[in-house]
């Protein structure tokens, strides 16, 4: 039987996490904003568009939501262009799934405008269906609408459908969809590891205990 995985990027894949928890308060010191206890949280389950309105509704940011994401772009680009490595195993991963012919396709809150400098990079294309992100197909991991979207784009079923996720929050809307869910180890995600491990099917440190 044909397998399909849809996995998340951020966190899952590439190990960029760090690189999120210093920019949004880079943003918000260079505008003289406080920065809430909550924000990497936050952060984490919106895309840029919606991270941008918490900042100008939530925090009083004053510019605009394309001005706000133009200047995280900025923050972010140059280091997924450069720098963002492969989380441990990942590559060999891969490469065992396409040898077997499992399906594969990527589904992210980032942004098409700097995910696709990591993904060149790291060489990761060739191993998927294709790539969609959050804002592309106007749906958030906040419902488990947007993981049925993409496996029905992939041509699988529940069945045969593995999603695999860092953050709790994708990972309950996966399980609530009637998925099965791998969790994918990461330090951001370290005060929900419970709530995490007891709510997927399956949880790792590394992709080399898949191997």
């Not at 918000?28 to 984490?44: C, G, Q, R």
């Not at 923050?75 to 060999?92: G, H, R």
């Not at 993904?119 to 906040?142: H, I, M, Q, W």
Request: glycine share 4%; charged share 25%.
């Amino acid at each position: 039987m044909t397998k399909h995985i849809i996995f998340d990027l951020d966190g899952t894949l590439i190990d960029s996490m760090p690189v999120w928890r210093n920019t949004g308060k880079r943003y918000l010191e260079s505008h003289n904003i406080p920065i809430p206890p909550n924000l990497l949280s936050v952060m984490k389950k919106q895309t840029l568009p919606q991270t941008a309105e918490f900042f100008r509704q939530e925090l009083g940011a004053t510019q605009t939501v394309r001005e706000i994401c133009d200047e995280v772009i900025s923050y972010v680009a140059d280091q997924y262009a450069n720098s963002i490595p492969l989380k441990p195993f990942v590559k060999e991963f891969l490469e065992q799934e396409k040898s077997k012919g499992t399906k594969m396709c990527i589904l992210t809150a980032s942004e098409a405008d700097y995910i696709h400098l990591a993904l060149n990079r790291l060489e990761l294309l060739p191993y998927f269906e294709f790539v969609a992100t959050c804002t592309e197909v106007g749906a958030s991991k906040d419902s488990p609408k947007v993981f049925q979207m993409m496996m029905e784009r992939l041509g699988g079923t529940l069945e045969d459908t593995i999603v695999f996720e860092d953050a709790y929050y994708a990972i309950k809307s996966a399980k609530d969809g009637g998925f099965t869910v791998y969790a994918i180890a990461d330090p951001t995600s370290d005060s929900e590891k419970q709530a995490i491990s007891s709510t997927a099917d399956r949880y790792i440190q590394n992709y080399e205990e898949l191997l």
